[in-house]
């Protein structure tokens, strides 16, 4: 199991109207892609220096071939709409994690 995992920082001037399309919207459409069975969206508790609310949003997939091909085939599109919406009040990164076992 593969976990694509995007951390966020979100400026609190745009939060509430991020959450709502995160929630709302951009998640069901990574879903709708189906290479992904499952998604969760945590929040970061420790407080950043430079401020915002910073989430983690958890996609779960089967390998890193479909990831790759989430990344060819669906993320160009799916990024570019949050970068419409909030630009630089937003400042994503991305990590692949593999799930070696759980307990």
Same mark, same amino acid.
């Given at each position: ?25 951009? !998640?069901? *459409?990574?879903?709708? $892609? ?10 970061? /508790?420790? =407080? +950043? ?10 996609? !779960?997939? *089967?390998?890193?071939? $479909? ?10 599109? /799916?990024? =570019? +709409? ?22």
């Amino acid at each position: 199991m593969i976990i694509y995992n995007v951390t966020i920082n979100i400026h609190e001037s745009v939060h509430d109207q991020w959450m709502k399309w995160m929630q709302e919207k951009h !998640i069901k *459409d990574v879903l709708a $892609t189906g290479k992904f069975t499952s998604a969760r969206l945590v929040k970061v /508790l420790i =407080e +950043e220096e430079m401020g915002g609310i910073t989430y983690s949003i958890q996609f !779960i997939t *089967d390998s890193r071939e $479909t990831l790759q091909r989430y990344y060819d085939e669906d993320a160009p599109r /799916l990024r =570019e +709409e949050g970068l419409q919406l909030f630009g630089e009040r937003m400042l994503a990164f991305r990590t692949e994690l593999e799930l070696i076992s759980e307990h």
